[in-house]
């Protein structure tokens, strides 16, 4: 069943742009709140050891200062099983620029200033922050990310790979990498009084109100509940605009609770707590550095009979984070044997977390490049190699496709993109640059999270309200969401009104998993449907009805993924070695697209950052510390406008009649997946040199 | 932190005089960042900028007049006025940072911080500047060859402020050449200028980001002297662009870090110096 359409598929404009463009919408930190006061934090200057003592007399003194507070003067929080969020709670440190006390203050000076002052002494215990292959106590997690098993093994690997005509069996690696949002992370924390219970906890009275630039506010409402013991409704969190995220707002982190004990700490103050930029770099999440074998199989015809992807990686000694790195390699491609793995470290290093299509990022670089070696030891184009071994129904769970057409993209992209210009490698100057074109396929799963809930209000005159807590933190949800209630409702898009970002409107799923616009905008069009269903066409003002985000039986029966298919140009200098991106294309196919200039925007947005990833980013980790480097954008190397000169992305015009009610499949994540593989694949292509770690840096080129 | 705000060049001398220990300040983009970074915190800051004299550009008396580019004249400004008689300094100060650090930053503030990658020091060192450094003692000008002591030092005196910096007017064509892991908002891997002088046949260079101090490539301005064919029509000769080259990168003292490493950096030396040999010679013809 789909909705009728008029506002969707139409290139429809932000509905808060010009707020944005204005500047009348208001981020977190200028939120006005009545007397603030401002924290700043105290981070751990070892990886691993414990607190011994800590002299905040000179901090305390300085004018201005309100509060210091450290673990030994903390309210204790009621739920300390994360160990993230158990913040200030111990003296223990488990990695470098972990908090370990926080200074408020009458202005941000004064306590960046005195948190300065604080002298920490620590005692040190050995720390290991290194990751390799071949290290003791590697293990296999439970789960990984999105809930898959961490090891898949069907037929047998070892046989086929033996017997195969033609194999590839490489090592490829990715760096540690960090989200790097526009706005940094930003609580503002309020309390309500309530009753203080003996001890310093927080009593049943108490009522917090957090502002939050966060992916989700009902999520961050429900964790931070439990954290401090307060039942649901006595959290608020309020979150309209948020400058970025890609993932590292997915879920709450330490700053969130820093900034309500702060707060707690001076009674009747609002606090204000923004991350540095350094800050983020360890305290926002980032992607764990990976380390991957991939080894196919095939017939000198370039059947695949074997695919296996084994993955190293880390995790925080003090939380789990398993990256589902090999997780896409289990449905891409048909072979009967195909073995996939993941091993964590759990190094005294920040916690990892999402970033932008954690798993299949990291993973298709391997993933694709290996493809492409197969293609050229095979003597085949790659895209024909992908072709002869486009699986028929998922080879994982053995279901039909809700709709496959990876080969289209590929063939689309290739007519497009002039693939057949492409030569040998090596083999095209122009000038003092080598040429070379390159391709990589992309796919991300369709994810609907069930718990959204949608209400909708009309407020007469023609005007209707639609409620949920959901979040646009970029990427255009809002507009989308008003697009797909006008439709569903019947009216012009001009005539409603969508309220997000505020745990007191109906719950809302993380914007997370490329998942909001199916989970919301399902919720939002059954919350209309069902107010029709109620109010007919002329409801009388004040009219409300509601309805959560109906099943979705069909992901059960079907296997349902996006595809898309990444071409890059590039141009080495052959002397230099440096890489320039003339041109990207990616084709995909998605379901439907709800709105075409949102949507391009991710697109081009994934593809973009998926060329940061290919030619510049890596965080430094310097083991002797445990310390990230080069954690600023100076040096922690981001493209800049300059390096991204052509990104084109285009789709195909279908519905996925199995993608819920708009059959659409999102579209948030994949533009990333595969584009580094692309440039890396039109790197060897250019010069003949095969890349398998990122970044692709001029000095590699040359040898 | 005292913050000293002198509204003329006589009470910026004086203050520099009484307080050694105050940090110079002038579009703040390199100072702020060090102090964002906490790598020390000044004691006193010496704001220059209400000092309007010193955003003022001139030309010196005498027989070889130079530019004189007061300390606080900015990059945009540069570019756009003294572009045409500073080709290569101009050409190296499109490369600084982003539109922001253009408009804020200067020359001087390059010098002052000295770093062996700022963009400023290979053209400055190509085209034989001079640094006006003044006191309450007096003036004196220090040969740029002479003025980069070490990384991120100078051979400023406490009391000393940077009054200007006097570059001879192109007498040929210039060049400037930068490799980054970037195409914009980087800082250099490493980088070359070259300045050729057509009357006195001498060709001036300048080395970045490739030893602890910008330096001069010697042998190769020698080389260059003895070898070039001045007079010659037509292309550089490309063995003699390449033994150039070489004498380039041999001049260098790289070292490995998170940018690059130290044998590319030497062999992309050698690269930029031979290009930037051959665009500076192919602009003479035209
Ligand atoms: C984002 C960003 C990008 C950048 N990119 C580049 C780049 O691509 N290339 C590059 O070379 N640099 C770059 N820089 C560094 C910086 O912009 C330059 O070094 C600039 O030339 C500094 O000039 P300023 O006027 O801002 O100096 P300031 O920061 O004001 O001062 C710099 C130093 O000079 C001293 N000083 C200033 N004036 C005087 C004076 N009159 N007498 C004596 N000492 C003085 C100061 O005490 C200080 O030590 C970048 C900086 C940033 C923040």
Redesign the pocket.
């Known amino acids: 069943m789909t909705v009728w359409r008029e506002a969707v598929g139409t290139p429809a404009a932000r509905v808060e742009g010009p707020a944005k463009v204005t500047g009348r919408a208001g981020y977190t930190y200028d939120r006005p709140v009545t007397d603030p006061a401002y924290a700043f934090p105290v981070q751990a200057t070892i990886a691993r050891g414990r607190v011994a003592s800590i002299d905040s007399a000179a901090a305390a003194g300085v004018e201005g200062v309100l509060a210091v507070v450290t673990h030994r003067d903390a309210a204790r929080l009621a739920d300390t099983g994360d160990a993230e969020l158990a913040v200030l709670q111990s003296d223990e440190v488990g990695f470098r620029g972990q908090f370990v006390g926080v200074v408020v203050a009458e202005t941000p000076q004064a306590a960046r200033y005195a948190a300065g002052l604080v002298r920490v002494e620590y005692e040190q215990r050995p720390h290991d922050t290194e990751l390799r292959a071949d290290r003791p106590g590697l293990y296999a997690p439970e789960q990984v990310n999105g809930g898959f098993v961490s090891d898949t093994d069907e037929g047998d690997v070892d046989a086929a790979m033996e017997a195969a005509a033609v194999t590839v069996d490489r090592a490829y690696t990715t760096p540690m990498e960090f989200n790097s949002p526009m706005e940094p992370h930003v609580s503002v924390a309020v309390w309500d009084p309530g009753e203080r219970a003996p001890g310093g906890g927080f009593a049943e009275g108490a009522r917090l109100t957090l502002f939050d630039s966060t992916q989700g506010p009902h999520v961050v409402r429900s964790t931070l509940a439990q954290v401090f013991g307060l039942p649901p409704e006595r959290v608020r969190v309020i979150s309209p605009y948020v400058g970025g995220g890609f993932g590292s707002k997915g879920m709450p982190h330490a700053h969130n609770v820093l900034a309500a004990l702060a707060a707690w700490a001076v009674p009747g103050r609002p606090v204000k707590l923004a991350l540095t930029r350094q800050q983020m770099f360890a305290l926002a999440g980032h992607r764990t550095p990976t380390i991957q074998r991939v080894r196919l199989g095939a017939g000198a015809d370039g059947r695949l009979t074997a695919v296996a992807h084994e993955v190293v990686e880390h995790t925080s000694a003090i939380k789990e984070f398993a990256e589902q790195t090999a997780v896409g390699a289990r449905m891409m491609y048909a072979a009967p044997n195909r073995r996939t793995s993941h091993r964590l470290a759990a190094l005294d290093v920040p916690v990892p977390s999402w970033m932008r299509a954690p798993g299949e990022a990291p993973g298709f670089f391997a993933l694709e490049v290996a493809m492409d070696e197969l293609a050229q030891a095979c003597g085949l184009d790659p895209i024909e190699l992908r072709a002869r071994n486009d699986p028929e129904v998922d080879p994982e769970s053995g279901r039909p496709w809700s709709g496959r057409h990876l080969v289209r993209c590929l063939r689309e992209g290739a007519a497009r993109f002039g693939w057949a210009e492409r030569t040998a490698p090596g083999t095209r100057l122009v000038g003092r640059e080598l040429v070379g074109l390159g391709v990589a396929a992309s796919t991300y799963p369709y994810y609907r999270l069930p718990g959204s809930r949608a209400v909708v209000e009309y407020e007469g005159g023609g005007r209707y309200t639609v409620r949920i807590g959901a979040a646009d933190i970029g990427t255009g949800a809002w507009t989308a969401l008003t697009q797909i209630a006008a439709d569903a409702l019947g009216c012009r898009l001009r005539a409603v009104r969508v309220e997000i970002g505020d745990s007191d409107l109906p719950a809302a799923t993380v914007a997370g998993g490329s998942s909001g616009t199916t989970s919301w905008g399902s919720a939002v069009v059954a919350a209309c449907r069902a107010f029709r269903h109620v109010y007919g066409e002329q409801p009388p003002a004040g009219a409300e009805a509601g309805a959560d985000m109906p099943d979705d039986p069909d992901a059960e029966r079907f296997a349902m993924h996006s595809f898309g298919a990444q071409f890059a140009e590039v141009r080495v200098d052959a002397d230099t070695g440096e890489v320039r991106v003339p041109r990207m294309l990616g084709v995909f196919s998605v379901g439907r697209v709800v709105n075409p200039r949102t949507a391009r925007s991710q697109f081009i947005g994934g593809m973009t950052m998926g060329l940061s990833m290919a030619l510049h980013e890596r965080g430094v980790l310097d083991h002797r510390t445990g310390h990230v480097i080069n954690h600023d954008l100076?040096e922690y190397h981001i493209a800049t406008h300059a390096d991204v000169v052509d990104v084109d992305a285009v789709w195909l015009d279908e519905e996925d009649v199995h993608a819920g009610p708009l059959g659409a499949r999102g579209i948030g994540e994949i533009g990333i997946v595969g584009a580094a593989a692309a440039i890396a694949n039109a790197v060897h292509n250019a010069t003949g040199v095969r890349v398998r770690d990122l970044p692709i840096t001029p000095d590699v080129l040359l040898r | 932190m005292d913050f000293l705000r002198p509204a003329t060049w006589e009470d910026a001398l004086a203050m520099k005089a009484a307080r050694p220990d105050a940090?110079?300040?002038?579009?703040?983009?390199?100072?702020?960042?060090?102090i964002n970074l906490d790598k020390g915190r000044p004691t006193a800051l010496?704001d220059?900028n209400p000092v309007a004299e010193?955003s003022r550009w001139s030309w010196t008396a005498g027989p070889a007049p130079m530019l004189r580019v007061g300390?606080?004249v900015?990059?945009t400004r540069l570019i756009a006025e003294l572009g045409g008689w500073l080709p290569g300094l101009a050409q190296?100060s499109r490369?600084?940072?982003?539109p922001?650090?253009r408009n804020?930053?200067?020359?001087?503030?390059?010098?002052?911080?000295?770093?062996p990658?700022?963009?400023?020091?290979p053209p400055l060192l190509a085209s034989g500047a001079l640094v006006e450094?003044e006191s309450v003692r007096g003036t004196r000008l220090i040969p740029i060859g002479e003025f980069y002591m070490g990384v991120k030092r100078n051979a400023?005196e406490g009391d000393?402020?940077?009054?200007a910096v006097h570059v001879p007017p192109a007498a040929g064509p210039q060049c400037f050449a930068k490799v980054?892991t970037r195409n914009a908002?980087?800082?250099?891997v490493c980088s070359f200028a070259v300045a050729l002088d057509l009357r006195a046949r001498r060709a001036g260079t300048g080395i970045g980001s490739a030893a602890p101090t910008p330096r001069r490539a010697h042998a190769a301005e020698e080389f260059l002297a003895g070898e070039l064919d001045w007079d010659g029509a037509g292309p550089v000769d490309p063995a003699l662009a390449r033994r150039f080259g070489e004498l380039v990168a041999e001049a260098a003292a790289p070292i490995d870090d998170v940018r690059g490493r130290a044998d590319y950096r030497r062999h992309a030396l050698a690269v930029m110096a031979r290009r930037a040999l051959g665009w500076a010679w192919a602009e003479r013809e035209v």
Request: aromatic residues 2%; glycine residues 18%; hydrophobic residues 45%.
């Open positions: 100076a | 940090t110079p300040i002038q579009g703040g983009t390199d100072v702020m960042v060090e010496l220059l010193l300390a606080g900015t990059y190296a490369t600084v940072g982003s922001q650090i804020r930053g200067t020359l001087v503030g390059n010098l002052g911080a000295a770093s990658a700022g963009d400023g020091h450094a400023l000393e402020l940077i009054r980054g908002m980087v800082i250099a």
